[in-house]
C-alpha cells in the first residue's frame, strides 16, 4: 500500500472523528434531565432517594464536562479510543444513578439505549460491540441488584417479577436491534460520502488531464509556425556559415533546439485539445482512448464496431466527455484484471441508442455478489489463488462504483451479468464477465440533439 494510499485512510478516518464539544453538549442534556428527574422524584412523588451519592453521580459528570471544555480546545475531536472512553463513562454513570434508583423498576432504564445508539452510529463494529456487550451486563446486574424504591411511608415500589424478566428482554433486544440497525446504516452512509467523494476526485482529476492536454495541445498548434520558420532560417545560415565554424555550430545548435521543442510539443499535445472538434470524437476513438492505458498489460484487446439491423453503417460521432473517458476506462482495467488471456469490446449503435459491451474470459462474477456490483467498498472473501493472480485487488467494489456513478451522469445504464464468450474465430464456452453500458443516443450524440457540439471558429485562447 502506498504512502498515499495510507494518507487518504487515515484522512477518511478522522474524517469521522466527532467533535468533543457535541458529547459535552450531550452530556449537559443528560445531566439536567437526571436532576429534573431527582428533584420530581423525590419532592412531587416523595420517594426515599440517597440523595448524596445520586448528586455524586450526577457531579461526577459535571465535574468530567468541566474539565473536557477548559482542558481541551473548543475544535477537539475525538479518536475511536477517545469516543469509546467517552461513552463508557457517560453509560457507567447511568448505571450507577439506576443501581441507587430501583434497578429495572426505574422505567428511565430504557436510556442505556442511548449510549449504544451513539456508539453504533460514530464508531467502528469493535468499539460497538464493547458498548453493547457493557450495556447488556449493567442491565443484567440491576435486574438483581440495585437500591429499592421507598415511598414516605417506608413501602417498597417494585413490579412482578415476569414484568421485571420481560424489561430485561425488551432491553436486551433493543440493545441488539437498534444497535446492529444504527451501525449497518451510519457505515453504508460513510462508505457512500467516502466512494462519492473518491468519484469527485477521480473526475476532478480526469477533468485537469483533460484541460492540461488541450492547452498543450492549443500551445503545440500555435507554436508549429514559428518553429518551422526558426528551423528553416537556422538551416539557411548553416549553409552560408561553411566559412565560420563558431557561428555555424550555433546556427546548427538552434536548429537542433527547434526540432526538439517541436517534438515535445507534438507528443504532450496528443492528449488533446479542448476546441470545437475535439470535444468530439467518433464512438471508436473514445473507447481506445480509454483502453489505451491497458492495452500492454498481457492480454489482448479486441475491438469490435458495428451498427444495429435497424442502424447507418456510420459509427456516431460522441462527445468526448471525461466522464465517458474515465468510466469506460475502470471497466476495461476490470475486464483486463480479471480476464485470462483476452477482453472484447463491442459497440452497436442505432438512431435510438449506442452500446457497449465489455466481455472478458475470466471466471465471471460471483452469483453472489451480481446484485451488488457497482456498491462502494464491496468486499468478498478471496481464495489464496486470488491473492497470488493479483495481490494489489483489495475487493473493495470502488473501481466500478466509480464508474458505475460517473457514466450515470452522463446518461448511461449500466448491467453486470455472466455469459459464455463467443468471439470469433476462437469459440468458447468458458464464462466470463460481461458489462453492458447503454445510452440514448441524444444523451452523448455529438452532431444531433441538445448536446450537438456548436460548429463554427475556435474562439482563442485567453491567457
Not at 494510499?5 to 468533543?20: P, V
Request: include cysteine.
Amino acid at each position: 500500500m502506498s504512502d498515499r494510499q495510507i494518507d487518504l485512510m487515515q484522512g477518511q478516518e478522522r474524517s469521522h472523528w466527532i467533535r468533543l464539544r457535541t458529547l459535552i453538549v450531550l452530556r449537559w442534556v443528560a445531566i439536567t434531565g437526571q436532576l429534573i428527574a431527582i428533584t420530581v422524584a423525590q419532592q412531587l412523588y416523595n420517594l426515599q432517594l440517597d440523595l448524596v451519592l445520586c448528586l455524586l453521580a450526577v457531579g461526577i459528570s459535571v465535574i468530567s464536562n468541566m474539565l473536557a471544555i477548559f482542558v481541551f480546545p473548543v475544535n477537539k475531536r475525538l479518536s475511536e479510543f477517545e469516543n469509546l472512553l467517552m461513552v463508557l463513562f457517560d453509560l457507567l454513570q447511568l448505571g450507577f444513578l439506576l443501581f441507587l434508583t430501583g434497578g429495572l423498576n426505574n422505567p428511565f432504564t430504557l436510556l442505556v439505549l442511548a449510549p449504544v445508539t451513539i456508539s453504533a452510529a460514530m464508531m467502528g463494529l469493535r468499539s460497538t460491540l464493547v458498548v453493547g456487550g457493557t450495556a447488556i451486563i449493567l442491565v443484567t446486574l440491576l435486574a438483581e441488584f440495585h437500591i429499592p424504591l421507598r415511598t414516605a411511608q417506608g413501602f417498597i415500589l417494585r413490579i412482578p417479577d415476569v414484568f421485571i424478566f420481560g424489561n430485561w428482554t425488551a432491553i436486551v433486544i433493543a440493545i441488539l436491534f437498534i444497535g446492529a440497525n444504527s451501525f449497518r446504516i451510519s457505515t453504508e452512509m460513510r462508505r457512500m460520502s467516502d466512494a462519492v467523494a473518491a468519484t469527485q476526485l477521480a473526475l476532478s482529476r480526469e477533468q485537469k488531464l483533460t484541460d492540461l492536454g488541450g492547452v498543450v495541445a492549443a500551445a503545440a498548434h500555435e507554436l508549429g509556425t514559428p518553429l518551422a520558420t526558426i528551423k528553416l532560417a537556422s538551416g539557411e545560415l548553416i549553409d552560408e556559415l561553411d566559412a565560420q565554424p563558431d557561428l555555424r555550430e550555433d546556427a546548427v545548435l538552434i536548429r537542433e533546439q527547434a526540432e526538439r521543442c517541436r517534438d515535445i510539443l507534438r507528443d504532450m499535445g496528443r492528449a488533446g485539445k479542448d476546441d470545437l472538434h475535439l470535444r468530439q470524437a467518433p464512438l471508436s476513438t473514445v473507447i481506445h482512448e480509454a483502453a489505451e492505458p491497458h492495452l500492454n498489460r498481457g492480454k489482448e484487446i479486441h475491438f469490435d464496431e458495428a451498427p444495429l439491423e435497424d442502424g447507418s453503417f456510420q459509427q456516431p460521432t460522441i462527445l468526448r466527455k471525461p466522464e465517458i473517458i474515465h468510466g469506460l476506462r475502470n471497466l476495461v482495467q476490470n475486464a483486463v484484471d480479471f480476464s485470462r488471456t483476452t477482453v472484447w469490446i463491442k459497440s452497436t449503435w442505432n438512431d435510438e441508442k449506442i452500446s457497449l459491451h465489455i466481455h472478458d474470459d475470466g471466471r465471471g462474477f460471483s452469483p453472489h455478489l451480481l446484485g451488488r456490483i457497482g456498491d462502494p467498498f464491496m468486499r468478498r472473501r478471496r481464495s489464496e489463488t486470488d491473492r497470488k493472480q493479483r495481490p494489489e485487488y483489495q475487493g473493495m467494489g470502488l473501481g466500478l462504483f466509480i464508474a458505475k456513478t460517473l457514466l450515470e451522469r452522463t446518461g448511461a445504464e449500466l448491467k453486470f451479468a455472466n455469459g459464455a464468450s463467443e468471439p470469433p474465430p476462437h469459440p468458447s464456452d468458458r464464462p466470463g464477465a460481461i458489462v453492458v453500458v447503454s445510452w440514448p443516443r441524444g444523451k452523448i450524440d455529438a452532431q444531433f440533439g441538445e448536446n450537438a457540439v456548436p460548429k463554427g471558429k475556435n474562439k482563442w485562447i485567453e491567457v
